[in-house]
């Protein structure tokens, strides 16, 4: 049997090893969120939204996406006569960008890419903007 002062050393150890894992713990996911964040900004920071001439694109349902880490989007582009029929975001991960969706709007009236982002969610404009391009670039490479 254990005297009370061992008792109080072998809670106390414990106590102290708990917490050292604990601290241990944060530190490891803390540093992992921050390299994650510093990919995030960097790879947002190297989007490049590029003119697609709907002209080369054939009539065609073309699915493209782009992934960012935090924000992501998967699009399915419908194509005819080279004009942009429609645009289903398959996905959407975002953080609180969610009314960048209605930036589908704007490239289907503009025909184009290369739209004003959505103030407040720029973001995640940009990766559904990169998400859609990507699909009309794809059409290239199956030709």
Partial sequence: MLKKAET???IKRAIIGVLALAVAGGI????????????????????????????????????????????GAEVVVQVKNHTIERIDLVKHKNERGAKAEAIVD?????????????????NSSKVILKAVENALESQKDNQ
């Fill in 8 to 10: 109080g050393k072998v």
């Fill in 28 to 71: 490891f996911f803390g540093l992992r969120y921050y390299m994650q964040l510093q990919e995030y900004k960097k790879r947002i920071e190297g989007i490049v939204i590029s003119r697609v001439d709907l002209s080369n694109v054939r009539d065609g349902s073309y699915r493209g996406s782009f992934d960012a880490i935090f924000v």
């Fill in 106 to 122: 704007k490239i289907i009236s503009e025909q184009s890419v290369t739209v004003d982002v959505i103030s407040g969610a720029t």
